[in-house]
């Protein structure tokens, strides 16, 4: 294979890859004027139905913006040498290797974030803010923004100049190390995230005594469940939308509540939604999705060793010098088949966890209320009630909302 046969594979990739996506966004949006299924009936009257069609349709026409913009922007970097532009840029400022890749990918990062941060901005404070969801102040979307970047210097820095020095020394070794070191990360990250990350961006607080607090620990006794830690974060201070999620394990678990989810729930609606979330941790699902996580990462660095050093990558993309960043560009899109594959299997099982999660709930307290919030929490967020089999099969990690009412209703 000759390296302008390699370049125009990788830009066949992207293309490939973003008409498969836009085909099926195609077909989803023939589904946004379905009738309501029978069982969903009580979920949208006519004006709420209408709003989340008019929801759905601005969010598809938004999508395909900006993806297109990606894509012409991405193609068009690969036509006119963009690669080798930064890393030439990179190279005048340092000779060290480790610097060079942090440069080089910090130049890319922060390029992006910049011109693709108008659509952000446009996607929170007009379409969000038109249909009623919007909470953020622009301080809070800058902020955000200041807070995210830096993250990202650190952390992402911080693992990627260790990878880079991983190879320095153990050539296509690396991946070993390299795959300890996100494994440990992976590990401490779902054990201490929401007590070392969440408070940079939202203030959580325990739960306060009273009905609710009452009635979850009721039901936490019930089940055996030993539950020190529930949380209330500020949701709303984003967004109107409503969630809940189960993080930690061992003595750092615990389950947040949006705010929101308190505000527009009833009390055993909110415990039906915690039990849910209890049923994914009884049945080991959040185990189960870290380690596979580890052992997907570790067979996805094992393949970037077998191809990293490949002096055809750089020449692909017209760089004269070979090195770990530009290697690590092209192996990312030459994956990208795979990934999608492994996503869609992810995909797979998580749909299967989440009925498992549900029945733990019906069978611990019953199916109605979960039901109900379920129902609640569509309309409210004006979920699409109607997507394409084809849509959710590819990129739904939870079944549809009818799917999840068909099964507890046995």
């Not at 190279?91 to 480790?98: D, E, G, H, M, V």
């Not at 300890?180 to 990360?185: D, G, K, P, R, S």
Request: net charge positive; hydrophobic share 45%; proline share 3%.
């Amino acid at each position: 294979m000759t390296a302008t046969s390699l370049f125009y594979i990788l830009i066949a990739i992207l293309v490939i890859n973003f008409t498969i996506d836009k085909i099926l966004d195609f077909l989803n949006t023939k589904h946004f004027d379905d009738a309501i299924p029978a069982e969903l009936q009580d979920v949208y009257e006519k004006p709420a139905y209408e709003k989340s069609q008019a929801y759905k349709k601005t969010n598809a026409k938004f999508s395909n913006l900006t993806c297109l913009f990606s894509l012409v922007l991405t193609i068009v970097f690969f036509f006119f040498d963009g690669f080798k532009l930064v890393d030439e840029i990179a190279r005048n400022y340092s000779t060290n290797n480790i610097i060079i890749a942090l440069i080089f990918f910090g130049i890319i990062m922060l390029g992006s974030d910049i011109l693709t941060t108008p659509f952000s901005y446009y996607k929170t404070f007009v379409i969000e803010e038109k249909f009623g969801f919007n909470k953020t102040t622009r301080k809070t979307f800058i902020v955000d923004k200041i807070k995210g970047l830096l993250m990202t210097i650190v952390l992402g820095g911080g693992i990627l100049a260790l990878i880079v020095w991983f190879y320095q020394f153990a050539g296509n070794n690396f991946w070993v190390y390299a795959w300890a070191l996100v494994a440990v990360f992976s590990v401490f990250m779902n054990m201490f995230y929401a007590k070392l990350i969440v408070p940079l961006f939202n203030k959580q607080t325990p739960l306060e005594d009273g009905e609710l607090k009452t009635a979850i620990e009721k039901y936490a006794t019930k089940v055996g469940f030993t539950l020190k830690n529930v949380f209330v974060i500020d949701g709303s201070k984003r967004s109107t939308k409503a969630n809940a999620y189960f993080s930690g394990f061992g003595s750092q678990k615990r389950i947040t509540l949006y705010d929101t989810l308190i505000n527009d729930l009833e009390t055993d609606e909110i415990v039906a939604v915690l039990a849910h979330e209890v049923g994914h941790y009884k049945r080991k699902h959040i185990i189960f999705n870290l380690f596979s996580s580890i052992l997907l990462t570790g067979f996805t660095f094992w393949i970037l060793s077998l191809f990293v050093s490949l002096p055809i990558f750089s020449e692909a993309l017209n760089v004269s010098i070979p090195s770990f960043h530009i290697g690590l560009i092209v192996f990312g899109i030459l994956y990208s088949p795979i990934s999608e594959i492994t996503g869609l299997l992810m995909n797979i099982v998580s749909r299967k966890f989440e009925y498992q999660a549900d029945n733990y709930a019906k069978e611990t307290f019953g199916a109605k209320p979960l039901i109900t919030s379920l129902k609640k929490l569509s309309k409210n967020s004006l979920s699409n009630l109607t997507p394409h089999p084809a849509y959710v099969f590819m990129h739904y990690s939870h079944p549809t909302l009818l799917k999840r009412v068909q099964n507890l209703n046995r």
